[in-house]
């Protein structure tokens, strides 16, 4: 790349894949310190990279809004290089409609049918945020053993404070997309429990609907305070404790060490926390891993 390039970067969702394109970002910025990163995600998503160092501008494509007027919108740059980490039909329609050439990254979808469908190992399955390297091999960019990143505002960090105590916690993410990776709710109330005989406060984190997965008294409700400040108290956090969800992901994002609970799925899939201080407690089930992502029974 020389002079100040314009590069166009498409990862629609979801919140975990989000933040694993970081890594790349990462890369990208460090390796072109010139260069204009433009990224386009949902409109949930953006908090994530509002403060990237490395994202100069974030495109949201609006809950309801047609693809083509999003395509209106990144007609008006120049792009020297457009790179594709989603894969999807939605996004191969908006690279038809914004023109130029795209790079996408391949999926391993074969190896983890495979696995899923016969428990056989088909090759090694690399880290998701390792995978995306595949779309900027003409680039020759390398991950560099970094983890994800995440970097929470100011005002982030403001609201987190109205909600997490004043001394060390854990915090507790409940929730999953998919059923089949929540942790049952009886288990999470025995960590509250043993959290509190060991005088230590706990903060549930997630979604509206996750401060109804724990019903034990004495944890202190963060649940829908948006996804800012959510990163912000993960990052305050002493130790994060969480199901295969962006969450876990994003507590690696902000730094903060990770028991992750793997139950259907299995992290050799690609989906273990990245280059992080983590650990990976999974349930050896007979169908393991039942599903790549989870489902809903």
Same mark, same amino acid.
């Given at each position: 790349?020389?002079?100040?390039?314009?590069?166009?970067?498409?990862?629609?969702?979801?919140?975990?894949?989000?933040?694993?394109?970081?890594?790349?970002?990462? %890369?990208? @910025?460090? !390796?072109?310190?010139?260069? #204009?990163?433009?990224?386009?995600?949902?409109?949930?998503? $953006?908090? &994530? +990279? /509002?403060?990237?160092?490395?994202?100069?501008?974030?495109?949201?494509?609006?809950?309801?809004?047609?693809?083509?007027?999003?395509?209106?919108?990144?007609?008006?740059?120049?792009?020297?290089?457009?790179?594709?980490?989603?894969?999807?039909?939605?996004?191969?329609?908006?690279?038809?409609?914004?023109?130029?050439?795209?790079?996408?990254?391949?999926?391993?979808?074969?190896?983890?049918?495979?696995?899923?469908?016969?428990?056989?190992?088909?090759?090694?399955?690399?880290?998701?945020?390792?995978?995306?390297?595949g779309a900027v091999g003409h680039l020759g960019l390398e991950p560099d053993g970094g983890p994800p990143m995440v970097v929470a505002t100011e005002?982030?960090?403001?609201?987190?404070?109205?909600?997490?105590?004043?001394?060390?916690?854990?915090?507790? %993410?409940? @929730?999953? !997309?998919?059923?089949?990776? #929540?942790?049952?709710?009886?288990?999470?109330?025995?960590? $509250?429990? &043993? +959290? /509190?005989?060991?005088?230590?406060?706990?903060?549930?984190?997630?979604?509206?609907?996750?401060?109804?997965?724990?019903?034990?008294?004495?944890?202190?409700?963060?649940?829908?305070?948006?996804?800012?400040?959510?990163?912000?108290?993960?990052?305050?956090?002493?130790?994060?404790?969480?199901?295969?969800?962006?969450?876990?992901h994003l507590a690696t994002a902000v730094g903060t060490p990770v028991v992750a609970l793997f139950g259907p799925t299995d992290p050799a899939l690609?989906?273990?926390?990245?280059?992080?201080?983590?650990?990976?407690?999974?349930?050896?089930?007979?169908?393991?891993?039942?599903?790549?992502?989870?489902?809903?029974?």
């Open positions: 790349m020389t002079g100040h390039p314009s590069v166009l970067v498409i990862r629609f969702g979801a919140l975990g894949d989000v933040v694993l394109t970081t890594p790349l970002l990462r %890369a990208i @910025g460090r !390796a072109f310190p010139a260069a #204009r990163i433009t990224f386009v995600t949902k409109t949930a998503w $953006v908090p &994530l +990279l /509002a403060s990237h160092p490395h994202v100069a501008r974030v495109e949201a494509l609006a809950p309801g809004e047609p693809v083509h007027a999003l395509a209106a919108r990144l007609r008006d740059t120049r792009w020297d290089h457009r790179i594709d980490l989603h894969g999807s039909l939605r996004s191969r329609v908006l690279r038809i409609l914004t023109g130029g050439r795209w790079h996408g990254w391949h999926k391993p979808r074969l190896q983890r049918a495979v696995r899923v469908w016969t428990g056989l190992a088909v090759g090694s399955v690399p880290p998701v945020a390792e995978q995306y390297f005002q982030d960090a403001a609201r987190a404070a109205e909600v997490m105590p004043p001394e060390r916690f854990v915090a507790l %993410a409940p @929730g999953a !997309a998919h059923a089949t990776k #929540r942790w049952p709710g009886r288990h999470w109330d025995r960590v $509250v429990e &043993l +959290l /509190a005989h060991w005088g230590v406060p706990c903060v549930i984190v997630g979604t509206a609907e996750d401060a109804h997965r724990v019903t034990a008294r004495g944890a202190i409700t963060a649940c829908g305070v948006g996804l800012g400040a959510t990163a912000a108290l993960l990052r305050s956090a002493s130790v994060v404790i969480a199901g295969d969800s962006g969450l876990m690609g989906y273990a926390p990245y280059r992080s201080a983590a650990v990976v407690l999974a349930r050896t089930l007979p169908c393991r891993p039942c599903s790549v992502y989870g489902g809903s029974h």
